[in-house]
């Protein structure tokens, strides 16, 4: 036991890492140890120029963070606690690189993971866990985000091939990417296709003017008459459930991601605040300031342990979609109001990149509406207390 004098880890009040095994420890020092040389010492010029750097794509293959949570295919095969841990430490760095992550991982190798046929696992698997070959996803559309049951996305049977018609909207990746899965109506319900990059009628346009996650490629995709042969289509799903069960796997990824973010932000606040001196003494001995870094770490720990037991529960083969929005909801909602109390205690220099706050601060304003929005994960949290649906 620590003496009572001791000063506990601030990174750590709730002891956490007592419970992590050996290999989990592993994973999260090798990844911070990577964030910490590859991508801390560029990240503000890359945010503020709006530059994802391809270049490190190979990179975060070598490092097994790409489709980390699949087993076989050139997979890690890594559990959910030791994934979640991976991308707390990426969004530390920046959302970004945890973005990419997700996207690559759970909703672009997932669903070819899942749904896919044993010709599609091996063509596209292991070149995508090696960042050789890089994936997008597209489901939101221009006019459709939360309902996606409404897309207007279309496929047709033409013979043995399919025509797709529609555009998708916020595919991250997907200027970049060389293959993307898209999810399209059907007359069997909706159903994936994988599109390879070059496809004639397929074309991606990078999104400008975003002042959040500008360390991050986002595209929107326009399918003209694009044809594909029947082996492209994914077999095994029909139906909402199978992008659903995708954005389940990403969402548990921002569970702890987000909770990265936050991290950096109250790390860089108590650092600054101790060192930072006012009315002649630091601005950490000032009683608000200190109520602020209190209740920042009360809600990240809180996050963590919540992170942590929705992690055991996946492992455990038990993590359910509302299990999943609580997470969700709970991690963005209570990581930005860290990066905003954060920034307070920076005072005006909490607005510039010199610090990574802001920049936390506007990526997480993102993190909060993608992949369900706060109020869609609120209402299936309230859905499954009432047994009533305010969807339809
Ligand atoms: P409902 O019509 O009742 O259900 C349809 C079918 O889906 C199943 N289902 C799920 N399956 C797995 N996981 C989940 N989380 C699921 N939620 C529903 C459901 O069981 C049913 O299956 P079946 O076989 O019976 O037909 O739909 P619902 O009322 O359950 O869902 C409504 C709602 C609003 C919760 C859902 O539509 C929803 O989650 N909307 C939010 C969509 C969303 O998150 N969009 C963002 C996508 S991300 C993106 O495109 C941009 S970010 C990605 C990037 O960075 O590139």
Redesign the pocket.
């Known amino acids: 036991m620590p003496e009572a004098t001791e000063k506990m880890d601030p990174a750590d009040l709730t002891a956490l890492g007592a419970a992590l095994s050996a290999d989990e420890i592993l994973v999260q020092r090798t990844v911070r140890a990577f964030v910490d040389e590859r991508v801390l010492p560029s990240i503000e010029s890359w945010f503020e120029n709006g530059i994802f750097p391809r270049e490190l794509v190979a990179e975060l293959g070598r490092l097994g963070v790409l489709g980390m949570h699949l087993q076989g295919y050139g997979c890690a095969g890594a559990g959910a606690v030791s994934y979640g841990l991976a991308c707390l430490e990426l969004e530390a760095g920046d959302s970004g690189f945890r ?1 990419f992550v997700s ?1 690559q991982g759970s ?1 672009a190798m997932f669903p070819i993971w899942k749904y896919g046929s044993e010709e599609q696992k091996r063509r596209f698997l292991p070149p995508m866990a090696a960042g050789d070959m890089v994936g ?2 597209g ?2 559309e221009p006019d459709v ?5 409404s897309m207007r996305s279309r496929a047709r049977r033409e013979g043995r091939d399919w025509v797709l018609d529609g555009r998708k909207r ?3 990746n997907g200027s970049i990417a060389d293959v993307a899965v898209i999810w399209a109506q059907t007359e069997e319900g909706i159903r994936g296709f994988l599109v390879p990059r070059g496809t004639r009628g397929f074309s991606a346009a990078e999104i400008r003017g975003k002042l959040s996650l500008r360390a991050s490629v986002s595209s929107e995709v326009t399918l003209d008459s694009c044809r594909l042969p029947d082996e492209n289509v994914l077999p095994g799903v029909a ?3 199978g992008p ?2 995708c ?2 796997e990403a969402r548990y990824g921002i569970v702890w991601g987000a909770l990265g973010a936050a991290r950096a932000c109250y790390e860089t606040a108590l650092s600054y605040a101790l060192k930072r001196e006012q009315f002649g003494k630091p601005v950490a001995s000032f009683q608000l300031t200190q109520a602020k870094l209190a209740d920042m770490a009360v809600e990240l720990e809180k996050g963590l342990l919540l992170a942590y037991h929705l992690g055991r529960l996946k492992e455990a083969g038990t993590l359910t ?1 509302d299990q999943v929005s609580l997470g969700k909801l709970n991690s963005t909602r209570e990581a930005l109001d860290i990066a905003r109390s954060a920034r307070t205690i920076l005072g005006a220099n909490g607005v510039t990149l010199d610090y990574p706050v802001i920049r936390h601060a506007a990526n997480l304003e993102s993190v909060l509406t ?3 929005t706060a109020e ?1 994960h609120q209402l ?1 949290i309230g859905r499954a207390l009432t047994g009533l ?1 305010a ?2």
């Open positions: 973005s996207v909703l997008c996803f489901l939101t985000g939360s309902d996606p049951a916020w595919v991250t139906g909402l459930r659903l069960s954005l389940n979609p993608y992949e369900g869609v299936t649906s969807f339809n």
